[in-house]
């Protein structure tokens, strides 16, 4: 199911977010503040796991899970959009500006830290579930 909503919630990111702009060098792709912010990409990702869920609350199952996941949807997206040349946007000043890691110079000492401390953190995040589970039933 967590998969499901993943994909489902990423694709409505893209589909609602994602424009063609008309330049005088042809059509070029953009992102929209629409669904390319963090907390509008929290709602996005949020709204597939929806119907999920009301079904597990009547059925009598707690999907807790699912609800942690789907909130997590559209910040990964959005973490993952500032490795790219269009970025996320940020409000600064009242008006919504851009922000993208590939705007840093490669060998920037805060972009490279952050990306570093951002493999190591899912690095853990991947290994530790895992870890416990095994240590669980091994006892």
Not at 58 to 85: I, K
Request: glycine share 10%.
């Amino acid at each position: 199911m967590s998969g499901v909503v993943a994909i489902a919630g990423n694709l409505i990111i893209d589909g609602l977010g994602h424009k063609e702009v008309q330049t005088r060098r042809g059509t070029i792709p953009t992102r929209t503040p629409l669904t390319h912010t963090y907390p509008r990409s929290v709602v996005w990702g949020l709204l597939p796991s929806i119907p999920f869920l009301l079904l597990g609350y009547f059925l009598g199952y707690y999907l807790w899970w699912l609800a942690v996941a789907s909130v997590l949807v559209g910040p990964s997206h959005m973490f993952l959009d500032m490795f790219t040349e269009a970025g996320v946007y940020v409000k600064k000043g009242g008006k919504w500006r851009r922000y993208a890691l590939a705007h840093f110079r490669y060998n920037n000492p805060f972009a490279n830290g952050l990306a570093a401390l951002a493999g190591v953190f899912m690095l853990f995040l991947f290994v530790y579930p895992h870890t416990v589970l095994f240590l669980n039933f091994t006892h």
